[in-house]
């Protein structure tokens, strides 16, 4: 008990060190947006549904960098240093209003206006992690989740993609087409997307009772459905039948310019265009479907657990591929992850899962948030059982869906469904650098009839093991730097191994010794 209280007050402690406005509550953003050939400025204006949650609240403060702002109302601003101030009358506690801001200006990121591989302009947002402020007025950080719709006008050639749903399409008669999407469901700043292109969408009806569409350039019209469709449907359904409904109007697959890799935008997931259509996408769509859970539907609340974004959406990918492909595949994936995670810790040895007061969003994403917090899912999932472990992951999901979690809070709803206390657990695998090396060897003992096993390690670690003598599988607990364990037997063992299942991640060596 002492040391779960001490590792929550840990998991409290840790924040980034984006400053919060306590009092101030974004409801929903509606952005109009004008674009043109012409140049690579936008025309923009926002308006802001903000309720306040105490009194005499006289500032409201929104990210902005590199636009120039032409006009605010209601109040007075300032706009520097990427802040755009709003001087208002004081609130009082629950109140709502709406400010409007006019703005302009060629983003320098967060939205890139470019060509893609067959020379066509396109335009493509990618927010991740902290860059919606180049384009978008907006509390630029997780913490604050709102709705939000776009009402995009394009030259007519364009097709326009955004989160939500599709409210209206207008030609304008001028050259100019107004697209409008709107996202129903609140969702943090970097999972709102817009992409302008000359698309071929493809409409591939319902998972689950949500649309599935498909968005590629219009030369990849043929290539498009068959090499996302198949596995987007099978992800969505296994998602949805393990953890829960999917929160979304829709699941849009768009291939996207400038990036590599993918961006799990609410309902309308990116894909660098060098990455698709011509090698095999199962992880990497299963990798983006699982966001929608994952990251986006429950969402960090704080930079410092990005793992429950990304380490969730590694293992997530896994268990699809056990479903998927079979169990050595499941295995191979975490035999690959776990080679990763001991080069980045070979080379980086202070580095660990969990951030402690994230100020540089440089790091935000260091590489052992993904398969180190992947593995600690899967050694968390071996610890508790299937059971055990699926309850928690429902639960989890069902009582943050559509808000912000910490790591303290899944921490509380796993320990609920297991009955175990697991501070211990999370703050070895998270907030502690490094992961263990074993080494061991075993013999059998004629005169006794014991198998004796002797393991040493490179740290104090708490380890629940396995060890399989013959077909016969005995639990053991590794505390100390080195220990010794006896076994009953018949006979000699035609072989012993150590956590035959893969179920710890560690660096092992195991072998007999001579009898």
């Known amino acids: ?50 309720r306040f949650l105490e009194d005499n609240i006289g500032e409201v403060v929104f990210d902005l960098t590199g636009m120039t702002v032409t006009g605010v109302s209601p109040g007075t601003y300032t706009h520097s240093d990427g802040h755009l101030r709003i001087a208002t009358a004081p609130s009082k506690k629950g109140e ?41 007025p907006m509390i630029d950080h997780p913490y604050d989740k709102a709705t939000s719709e776009f009402l995009v006008t394009a030259p007519a050639q364009y097709q326009v993609i955004a989160n939500g749903l599709l409210q209206e399409v207008t030609d304008l008669g001028n050259g100019f087409r107004l697209t409008h999407w709107k996202q129903s469901v609140p969702i943090a700043s970097w999972l709102n997307a817009i992409g302008i292109a000359e698309f071929s969408v493809h409409h ?59 961006t799990e935008h609410a309902s309308a997931i990116f894909y660098g265009e060098s990455n698709v259509l011509e090698r095999p996408g199962t992880g990497l769509i299963a990798h983006e479907i699982a966001h929608q859970w994952f990251g986006n539907a429950v969402t960090e609340a704080d930079w410092d657990d990005v793992w429950l974004s990304e380490g969730f959406a590694t293992y997530f990918t896994l268990l699809f591929i056990e479903h998927w492909q079979g169990r050595d595949a499941f295995a191979a994936g975490l035999k690959d992850s ?27 994403l260091q590489p052992l948030i993904y398969q180190k917090g992947g593995w600690t899912l899967h050694m968390l999932r071996s610890m508790m059982g ?53 080494k061991g060897s075993w013999n059998w003992d004629a005169a006794s009839r014991m198998v004796v096993v002797v393991l040493e390690q ?35 063992p035609d072989e012993v191994r150590l956590d035959p299942a893969m179920k710890v991640l560690m660096d092992a060596s195991f072998q007999s010794t001579p009898r």
Do not use: C
Not at 213 to 237: C, H, I, L, N
């Open 338 to 364: 776990r080679a990763k995670v001991f080069e980045m810790e070979k080379k980086n040895p202070d580095w660990k899962v969990r951030h402690d007061n994230l100020a540089d969003m440089k790091r935000v």
């Open 96 to 136: 709502r209003r709406t400010f409007t801001v006019r703005y302009q200006g060629e983003p320098a990121g967060g939205l890139r206006i470019i060509k893609n591989k067959y020379k066509d302009r396109v335009f493509f947002s990618e927010n991740w992690p902290n860059n919606a402020r180049h384009w978008l």
């Open 386 to 438: 299937d059971e055990a472990f699926w309850k928690g992951i429902r639960d989890y999901y069902g009582r943050y869906r559509n808000a912000n979690a910490t790591t303290a809070d899944f921490q509380k709803v796993m320990e609920e469904a297991s009955g175990l206390k697991l501070g211990w657990f999370f703050d070895q695998w998270l907030n502690r650098a490094g992961s263990p090396a074993v």
């Open 458 to 492: 490179s740290s104090d670690f708490r380890l629940p093991l396995e060890i399989a003598i013959g077909d016969r599988v005995e639990k053991i607990e590794l505390t100390h730097r080195r220990q010794s364990f006896t076994f009953s037997a018949g006979k000699a």
């Open 204 to 262: 591939a009806g319902e998972v689950k009772g949500v649309p599935l569409e498909t968005w590629v350039y219009r030369q990849d019209r043929d290539a498009g459905p068959p090499w996302f469709e198949p596995v987007s449907r099978a992800a969505m359904e296994f998602f949805s039948e393990h953890i829960g409904p999917y929160s979304y109007e829709k699941l849009a697959n768009v291939v996207a310019a400038g990036f590599k890799g993918g």
């Open 1 to 50: 008990m002492r040391i779960l209280f001490a590792f929550l007050a840990v998991a409290t402690m840790l924040a980034d060190t984006y400053p919060r406005q306590a009092g101030v509550d974004v409801l929903h953003y509606t952005f109009r947006l004008s674009f043109t050939d012409a140049s690579n400025e936008l025309q923009g204006e926002a308006a802001i549904d903000v």
